[in-house]
Every structure is written in structure tokens, then in C-alpha cells.
């Protein structure tokens, strides 16, 4: 990703990679420990409701559950992917608008700096060779 400068305020590539090491920590590796908790019956075990709704899960074959795992895994990246692009979309408006999601981060300097405005496109910061899913996932 290229990163930009706004009124001579940038962005390292540490700190956005701090951004994504921090998200894939924090945000992936809990929802993808959620999602397996899930599958498993581990999540909510004992409660009616969670018993009620998941019971057919149980009667999975082991290759059913892996793709359902796969499945499930694919819905926690849309889920981050989703979320960035929130803020990639109110990066594009002005600072001043009124609930204007903006996504901080601290560079090296201790400078908060508008992750959104400092890359082209924070949710395509996920993928590729170089990125977070593949360095930090």
C-alpha cells in the first residue's frame, strides 16, 4: 500500500504495521478463537438457547466441520475487512464532519495520526503477500 501525506502529517509503514499486528492480535485471533469455541460447543455450553441453536452442529463429520471452519474463518476476515473499509470510507471526508469515524494510530514520534488518511485503502492492507493476514495472521 503507498502511503500519503496530509498537511506534512504521515505515516510510517511501523506504524501501520503496528495497526495490523495489533488488529490480527487483538480483533482476528480473538474472533477466530470465538468462532472455533463456537463450532466446538464450547462458547455458551449449558445455556438453552445456545444448546438449542447449534445442536445440529454435533452431527458433523469431521469434513463438514472443517468446512464450516473455513467457512467461519472467512466471516471473521470479511468482519475486519468490513470494518476498515468504515473507515476508509469517512477518511475520505473532511475532518470536521460530524461522526466521522477516524482511525488513530501513534507513530514514532507519539503523533496521532489518521491511520485512513495515511494509507490508499486500509482494508486492502489484509491481503496480498505483504499483507497483515499473511505477516501477522
Known amino acids: 500500500m503507498k502511503f500519503r501525506t496530509i498537511e506534512g502529517v504521515g505515516m510510517s509503514?511501523?506504524?501501520?504495521?503496528?495497526?495490523?499486528?495489533k488488529l490480527m492480535s487483538?480483533?482476528?485471533?480473538?474472533?477466530?478463537k470465538?468462532?472455533?469455541?463456537?463450532?466446538?460447543?464450547e462458547r455458551?455450553?449449558?445455556?438453552?438457547?445456545?444448546?438449542?441453536?447449534?445442536?445440529?452442529?454435533?452431527?458433523?463429520?469431521?469434513?463438514?466441520?472443517?468446512?464450516?471452519?473455513r467457512l467461519l474463518d472467512d466471516?471473521?476476515?470479511?468482519?475486519?475487512?468490513?470494518m476498515l473499509e468504515l473507515f476508509d470510507k469517512d477518511g475520505l471526508l473532511d475532518s470536521k464532519v460530524e461522526g466521522r469515524l477516524a482511525l488513530k494510530v501513534v507513530d514514532g514520534?507519539?503523533?496521532?495520526?489518521?491511520?485512513?488518511?495515511?494509507s490508499d485503502g486500509l482494508a486492502g492492507e489484509l491481503y496480498g503477500e505483504n499483507g497483515w493476514?499473511?505477516?501477522?495472521?
Open 44 to 69: 455458551y455450553r449449558g445455556a438453552t438457547w445456545y444448546e438449542d441453536k447449534y445442536a445440529a452442529l454435533r452431527s458433523l463429520d469431521l469434513a463438514q466441520r472443517e468446512a464450516v471452519s
Open 13 to 21: 509503514r511501523a506504524a501501520i504495521d503496528g495497526l495490523g499486528r
Open 133 to 137: 493476514l499473511e505477516r501477522f495472521g
Open 109 to 118: 514520534r507519539g503523533i496521532e495520526v489518521d491511520a485512513s488518511i495515511s
Open 26 to 32: 487483538d480483533y482476528v485471533a480473538v474472533l477466530r
Open 75 to 82: 466471516l471473521v476476515v470479511s468482519s475486519c475487512h468490513a
Open 34 to 41: 470465538h468462532s472455533s469455541a463456537l463450532l466446538e460447543g
